[in-house]
């Protein structure tokens, strides 16, 4: 399988007989869901002037939302300046609580774009584009003291 990441322009998209992964911009969300439907839909009809002609190769992963990306993406880098511009003046304590604060913005980045990433589109039999809301189900551990 392969992968696109943000295209930009249809011919971005390999127009080949390989089933192919795009991932749309955390921009090109669901919040806006006519204008993301519709950039889908040119996308997996084109290929830069022409037809696409392996449309049903093309599945489409959507965000709901980027605001929550966007937030963490805000958090981590406000850290990593804090990292940069203050660890000259800071105590041992502090450097740990800094260093366990950008182990935990990174992992809330990276779980959120998981938690966004909750739509895939792909076509249909009848030729029209099909959306699918993905539920993320995590297994539980089980309780050792039960």
């Known amino acids: ?14 127009n080949r007989p390989v089933l192919t992964l795009v991932v749309l911009a955390p921009e090109q969300s669901m919040e806006n869901r006519a204008a993301t439907e519709a950039l889908v839909e040119s996308m997996t009809r084109e290929y830069g002037a022409s037809g696409r002609t392996f449309k049903s190769a093309l599945i489409w992963c959507v965000p709901e939302t980027a605001a929550q990306i966007r937030d963490e993406a805000k958090k981590l880098l406000a850290w990593e300046e804090i990292r940069d511009e203050e660890s000259n003046r800071l105590e041992e304590t502090q450097k740990r609580l800094l260093a366990e604060s950008l182990k935990k913005a990174e992992r809330d980045l990276k779980e959120s774009v998981w938690r966004s990433y ?29």
């Open 1 to 14: 399988m392969e992968r696109v990441f943000f295209p930009d322009k249809s011919s971005a998209i390999p």
């Open 118 to 146: 909750k739509y895939v589109i792909l076509l249909g039999k009848d030729n029209k584009l099909k959306t699918i809301a993905i539920r993320w189900r995590c297994a539980k551990k089980p309780n050792p003291a039960t």
